[in-house]
């Protein structure tokens, strides 16, 4: 089929800078530890790239300049000194023979759409012309930015200096936005990241849908760890037999999709075995009557006929939460985007932790605190006319922040739309692997006039770029101060240890140039970045050179205590000054004030829930060629309880294609993994494989894509977020048609 804009497969003319690269690979892959003699190394101060927790770290070069590994900053409360595979293996990112080193431009020679290499003039002079055409006739506000990392700060600030606030990061719409929504409605506040979670004086941790020890989160990982060799209790809710289900006290294999009729049953016995933290609750919260009303039937009985938990067990696990309270967590999990009805399930949580008595409680969550930073000298944007919540059309009322699916839906050329987009910028996140409905996406991608793509390396979304601007590591360029919250204010220093391989270039020099070549000078006054950095720095009595030494600066709390004094007076930022079990918001809006079950479709016959989590040594997509990386863990499986097995006849190690409800068949096959840690109505593969571009040498044709698989997208309607596990597969033995690679 001809399309507006083809695919295209990353040639060697994004590579041809990396003739470097490939030889520093090839010497540290032969000689691993011969040049690393004591008293030989540089250190440069960095924080990491590789997931979102940051953790801040060392970088360490050998005595001829070259990058030869990444530690911990023992300073950094983020790691304790202690880095995650990821981590430890973030310099594969620097030495990937693969990356991109060259600014490519579509071009269409002999009828077929490729790209040819481009002087970064030339790229940027594209850029900057189309977006002034986007502006002229539509307007700034038809350009939108799609980021995730440090590269979207870097294009955000563009975006809002040529006029628009359409920025959006999937993380919000695909992962965490409906906890921040439930969150806020219950306490009045987000929960950020890190979480508050204080888990390393917890007596009691409940993982429902949470895979700590897989998903890498770095110091909720290590706090869990000395809190078990402490004594303390986890309770581990998942259809699979995870990691921590192994060291939990209670592992209950529940259903998948029934999470919410868990959570209800033991909210009712908390409240109607008297349990619950009754101080707390008659000072700090409101609506108890209305929730032990609500709750009255959703007993462990009427639980244990949705979820197959015994009722037992769900007393036992509910009695287990109060022994402990408050030195209780019902974690609120990261990727909560299941169902469709995920900030209702989010509510339920943040309502069990409340009744626990655990928020601002010593072993439940703490007070965090952040340092900020003063926002260099800028000119004010531009107010823009329409923004994203325009976008919504009246839909997701408590969004707090841009939804990817809205952007998509107004990306699609129809009547009636008064809001539309007409071009994009992607910086340093993999669309086609990370939005689902693939075919909304390719429809949107085929409506646009201009894509300009950031990335670095030649993702899936690099193929539909009409121009590829090839960004250096982290490890080779300034970003902004890091200054998540944490127990104190801590801020760390992200700075260059080597220069750009190739002709890669920082996010920060590209936005400079472009934002002169259109005009918008004011807003980039400064030679090089690390002026603003330094700037910012004296004011909060650190500087530039400073934070070159130390790396990380930890400061002193200046605001509230860590935890709640006892009987201490608090008002919470919601309409009541209080905790609200029940919303009078949701009410007003037409949502429910309190969270119902609600049963979700079941499979059809022969086919299972698709269930995806995450490896510890890969995040998302975007580590599958990195080749320190791919030696851990170099495809993904899919899980099958032998019982599935013994049906299909399949056997361990053996080929299969995965077909969804809507016939959909993932592109390359899957290895079959058979084993009793997966209920037999469920298949679990790991996300983030399935590559299908060739330049990816590591990661091309390894494992599945679950991304493809996921068609059935549930909204949900408070905020907008996506459930993505809606979907069931079935098996193909005989490889199909449809699985053909071009």
């Known amino acids: 089929m001809t399309t507006r804009r083809d695919f295209i497969k990353i040639s060697a003319l994004g590579l041809g800078g990396l003739t470097l690269g490939a030889g520093v690979y090839s010497y540290l892959k032969a000689n691993p530890y011969e040049h690393l003699m004591p008293g030989n190394f540089a250190r440069i101060p960095t924080y990491c790239e590789v997931c979102f927790w940051k953790c801040a770290g060392w970088v360490e070069k050998d005595q001829d300049g070259r990058i030869a590994k990444v530690i911990g900053n023992a300073l950094d409360p983020h790691c304790n000194g202690r880095l995650c595979p990821r981590g430890t293996g973030g310099v594969g990112m620097y030495h990937d023979p693969d990356r991109l080193t060259t600014p490519l431009i579509r071009v269409t020679e002999g009828g077929k759409q490729t790209y ?326 390719l429809e949107a991608v085929n409506s646009l006039e201009f894509i300009a793509v950031v990335d670095t390396m030649p993702m899936e979304i690099t193929g539909y770029a009409d121009v590829v601007l090839p960004e250096c590591t982290y490890l080779e360029r300034y970003d902004e101060i890091r200054t998540s919250p944490n127990r104190e204010p801590v801020i760390a220093l992200r700075m260059p240890a080597a220069e750009p391989l190739g002709d890669s270039k920082p996010a920060s020099w590209m936005v400079k140039k472009l934002g002169e070549k259109l005009g918008l000078g004011e807003f980039f006054p400064y030679e090089d970045y690390s002026e603003v950095l330094d700037w910012q720095l004296k004011q909060i009595g650190s500087s530039l050179d400073e934070m070159k030494q130390i790396g990380v600066k930890v400061y002193e709390r200046k605001g509230r205590p860590l935890y709640l004094k006892n009987g201490e007076d608090m008002s919470f930022n919601t309409p009541s000054g209080k905790i609200e079990f029940y919303s009078n918001e949701f009410e007003k809006l037409g949502f429910d004030p309190l969270p119902n079950y609600t049963a979700h479709p079941e499979p059809p016959d022969n086919f299972y829930r698709l269930i995806y989590g995450r490896a510890p040594m890969h995040t998302f997509s975007r580590t599958a060629n990195n080749p320190n990386l791919t030696d851990l863990m170099d495809e993904n499986n899919a899980w099958v309880n032998p019982k599935v097995a013994k049906i299909w006849r399949l056997h361990n190690g053996q080929e299969v294609w995965l077909k969804n409800q809507d016939g959909v068949v993932t592109t390359f096959p899957i290895k079959v993994r058979i084993t009793e840690r997966i209920r037999f109505d469920s298949v679990y593969m790991v996300h983030g494989f399935g590559h299908s571009e060739k330049r990816l040498s590591k990661a091309f044709g390894k494992g599945a894509s679950d991304s493809e698989l996921i068609t059935n997208v549930p909204i949900d309607p408070i905020m907008g977020g996506t459930g993505l596990r809606g979907n069931f597969v079935t098996f193909l033995i005989e490889k199909p048609e449809t699985a053909e690679v071009g």
């Open 116 to 441: 040819r290499q481009a002087s970064w003039d030339e790229a940027l002079d594209l850029v900057a012309s189309k977006m002034t055409e986007i502006k002229e006739k539509y307007g700034p506000e038809a350009l939108a930015l799609f980021n995730h990392g440090s590269a979207g700060d870097h294009f955000g600030h563009l975006l809002k200096a040529y006029g628009s606030a359409n920025i959006v990061a999937p993380s919000y719409a695909q992962c965490r936005g409906p906890r921040e929504v439930a969150w806020k409605a219950t306490y009045g506040t987000t929960l950020g990241s890190p979480e508050p979670l204080d888990i390393r004086d917890t007596h009691c941790l409940v993982l429902i849908g949470s895979h700590l020890g897989e998903n890498m989160h770095n110091s909720q990982v290590q706090e869990m760890s000395d809190a078990i060799d402490r004594g303390a209790d986890i309770i581990t809710v998942d259809p699979r037999y995870s990691t921590v289900a192994s060291k939990s006290k209670f592992w209950l294999p529940i259903k998948p999709a029934t999470d919410m009729a868990l959570l209800l049953a033991w909210i009712h016995v908390l409240i109607y075995e008297d349990i619950f933290d009754k101080k707390y609750v008659e000072k700090y919260c409101t609506g108890l009557d209305r929730l032990k009303h609500h709750v009255r039937r959703m007993t462990p009985e009427w639980a244990y006929g949705i979820t197959t938990i015994k009722p037992e067990v769900i007393r036992q696990s509910a009695r287990l939460m109060a022994a402990a309270a408050p030195a209780t967590i019902v974690h609120p999990g990261r990727h909560v985007t299941w169902y469709g009805d995920d900030t209702q399930r989010s509510r339920a949580i943040a309502i069990l932790n409340a009744l626990l008595g655990a928020w601002g409680r010593r072993g439940g969550f703490f007070f965090d605190e952040k340092k900020s930073l003063p926002d260099f000298p800028y000119p004010d944007f531009p107010k823009p006319k329409w923004t994203w919540r325009d976008m919504h059309n009246g839909k997701y009322p408590l969004a707090g922040l841009a939804v990817s699916n809205a952007f998509i839906d107004a990306s699609i050329p129809g009547e009636g739309k008064g809001h539309q987009l007409k071009g994009w910028i992607v910086a340093g996140t993999n669309l086609p692997l990370t939005l689902p409905e693939t075919n909304k996406f």
